[in-house]
Nanobody, 119 residues
């Protein structure tokens, strides 16, 4: 059984920073890609940032220059450092990982963590 557990969300003022973490656990052989998505009320889920095992990253246009994704392969953990936060960054943030186990290869999702940017 594979699980993704997120942490680090909360309430922050505009211009502030937050750091999200997502740890994968279970019978994991390898993790190819990890990433963060977000979904605001009434909007579709969108990619925030992704990172593959060799460290190559990609970002959504709205967060480029403000957010940084990183990963610790030894800990099966991905991080999202969010700086210069704006009210429009308010959303539920979901961790996603493409995980290879002995039995299967598939995408897994975390339960989501709320990020609220407000004064």
């Amino acid at each position: 059984q594979v699980q993704l557990v997120e942490s680090g969300g909360g309430l922050v003022q505009p211009g502030g920073s937050l750091r999200l973490s997502c740890a994968a656990s279970g019978s994991i052989f390898s993790i190819y890609a990890m990433g963060w998505y977000r979904q605001a009320p009434g909007k579709q889920r969108e990619l925030v940032a992704g990172i593959i095992r060799d460290g190559t990253t990609n970002y959504g246009d709205s967060v480029k220059g403000r957010f940084t994704i990183s990963r610790d392969n030894a800990k099966n953990t991905v991080y999202l450092q969010m700086n210069s936060l704006k009210p429009e960054d308010t959303a539920v943030y979901y961790c996603n990982a493409h995980i290879i186990t002995i039995q299967t290869t598939q995408n897994y999702w975390g339960q989501g963590t709320q990020v609220t940017v407000s004064s």
